[in-house]
């Protein structure tokens, strides 16, 4: 137990309490090696035979096997009982490990801050290739072509490929469905800027308000599209725009980066939904 405490002060340590006729365990030791192989530096893999260390067992209150146990600094921080798959098991690690995946974000963002699309792009292409990517990262990569879309229109098919690889179950993450939103945004098919800012000061209509929103909000300028569409949504326009516009105020809530700013416009919305119910009641004293 000194030595197991001593070794964990300054790196990970995985104690793997395994026995020859325990077949989970023949699983999972390979998965253990590789993990230690490619962390080298970081982590040490200790193996135990759990029929000849019966003390080690009864000390660490080691139930079943396979049990593997993590140290660090000198105390247990996590532990597994069973043959967990590498992805799990990397994940389990990633808190602990300056990962080869953590170094390509690194890179990454660095590369970004340096206006250099090219290799930061490819930084997060290799990351995602490891199988501890999650949607998170699938929503960042995202991101970032729609960021050199303006410099790189070529990198848009990339985009849609990207968007379409991400399975179901990476759809329901809110990263990814506020990349999703961001991109049906710049997607739209508008005029340009310029000649729809002319055309509502021309004519400050329903129609041209709701025309400039949608294309403040194609060309990434959420806030002044907000404005412009609670201000329509208070004024009298039809039922068909008063449809688009509730539309495109929502995703463009979800498409907010500042989820602080996203709230307040969400409370400003439903404080003048709550207003506007409230002057519409009958009167209870039936005057």
């Given at each position: 137990m000194a030595?197991?405490?001593?070794?964990?002060?300054?790196?990970?340590?995985?104690?793997?309490?395994?026995?020859?006729?325990?077949?989970?365990?023949?699983?999972?030791?390979?998965?253990?090696?590789k993990l230690a192989l490619e962390y080298r530096g970081q982590l040490t893999l200790v193996t135990v035979d759990a029929e000849q260390r019966a003390d080690l067992i009864e000390?660490?209150?080691?139930?079943?096997?396979?049990?593997?146990l993590l140290y660090l600094h000198g105390r247990e921080i996590n532990r597994f009982t069973k043959a967990l798959p590498e992805r799990d098991i990397r994940l389990l690690l990633k808190p602990y490990i300056n990962s080869p995946e953590k170094r390509l974000k690194q890179q990454a963002e660095q590369a970004f801050e340096q206006h250099d699309w090219s290799t930061g792009l490819e930084h997060l292409r290799a990351l995602l290739k490891y199988p501890t990517a999650t949607a998170r990262d699938w929503a960042h990569f995202c991101h970032r072509l729609m960021d050199a879309l303006?410099?790189?229109?070529?990198?848009?098919?990339?985009?849609?490929?990207?968007?379409?690889?991400?399975?179901?179950?990476?759809?329901?993450?809110?990263?990814m469905q506020h990349a999703i939103s961001r991109w049906h945004l710049l997607e739209r098919n508008v005029a340009s800027l310029d000649v729809l800012q002319y055309n509502f000061r021309q004519q400050p209509s329903a129609e041209t308000r709701l025309a400039l929103a949608e294309g403040l909000a194609s060309d990434e300028q959420y806030e002044q599209a907000l404005t412009l569409l609670l201000g329509l949504l208070r004024r009298p326009c039809n039922d068909?725009?008063?449809?688009?516009?509730?539309?495109?105020?929502?995703?463009?809530?979800?498409?907010?980066?500042?989820?602080?700013?996203?709230?307040?416009?969400?409370?400003?919305?439903?404080?003048?939904?709550?207003?506007?119910q409230l002057s519409e009641e009958p009167d209870q004293n039936g005057d």
């Open positions: 030595a197991l405490k001593q070794q964990s002060a300054h790196q990970l340590v995985l104690v793997d309490f395994q026995a020859a006729w325990c077949s989970p365990c023949r699983a999972l030791l390979p998965v253990l090696q000390a660490l209150a080691v139930r079943g096997l396979p049990t593997v303006p410099e790189y229109p070529q990198l848009k098919a990339e985009l849609q490929q990207a968007l379409q690889s991400v399975d179901a179950h990476g759809l329901r993450d809110p990263a068909e725009q008063e449809a688009a516009a509730k539309a495109l105020l929502f995703e463009l809530i979800n498409t907010l980066p500042d989820r602080a700013q996203a709230n307040r416009y969400r409370r400003e919305w439903f404080d003048y939904q709550r207003q506007r």
